[in-house]
């Protein structure tokens, strides 16, 4: 998918069952694609949660896709286990990989309000590039 591409809509169920969109009209999102039995997406969540707690504010909503297709009780106790607040969701019909194509997790991609492609990272995100993350929702985000 290229950088400034409008990627098709998405939907998908968050934890507490309600819907997530992906797509045009939303906000500026950081879309985490991992799954449980992966190391480097346990190693990339502590740095995940310190960006959605810096960023929301900002106009940042940070959606981690669970693509395994895990029980909601697993997840759950993921989740709680390592201390985690951003919203996760399940992809429980494999739907994510015919709209994001992705070839391992973590994967992840950053979404304009229009729905386009900003940047997308194959393994866990590079610190330099967090920098890039905060300018572009603090110059893009919520009050823009």
């Given at each position: 998918m290229p950088v400034g591409e409008v990627v098709d809509s998405y939907e998908v169920r968050t934890l507490d069952g309600e819907p997530a969109h992906i797509g045009p009209s939303q906000p500026v999102t950081l879309l985490n694609l991992w799954a449980t039995w992966c190391a480097p997406c346990r190693v990339e969540f502590?740095?995940?949660e310190t960006l959605h707690h810096e960023l929301s504010p900002a106009g940042l909503r940070l959606l981690a896709?669970?693509?395994d297709a895990e029980r909601i009780a697993i997840l759950e106790a993921f989740a709680e286990d390592i201390g985690l607040t951003l919203m996760i969701a399940r992809d429980t019909l494999g739907a994510i990989q015919s709209t994001y194509p992705y070839v391992?997790?973590?994967?992840?991609?950053?979404?304009a309000k229009d729905g386009s492609l900003v940047r997308g990272w194959t393994g866990i995100i590079p610190k330099d590039d967090y920098a890039f993350i905060e300018d572009y929702v603090r110059t893009h985000g919520a009050s823009r």
């Open positions: 502590p740095d995940l896709v669970d693509v391992g997790v973590p994967t992840s991609f950053l979404l």
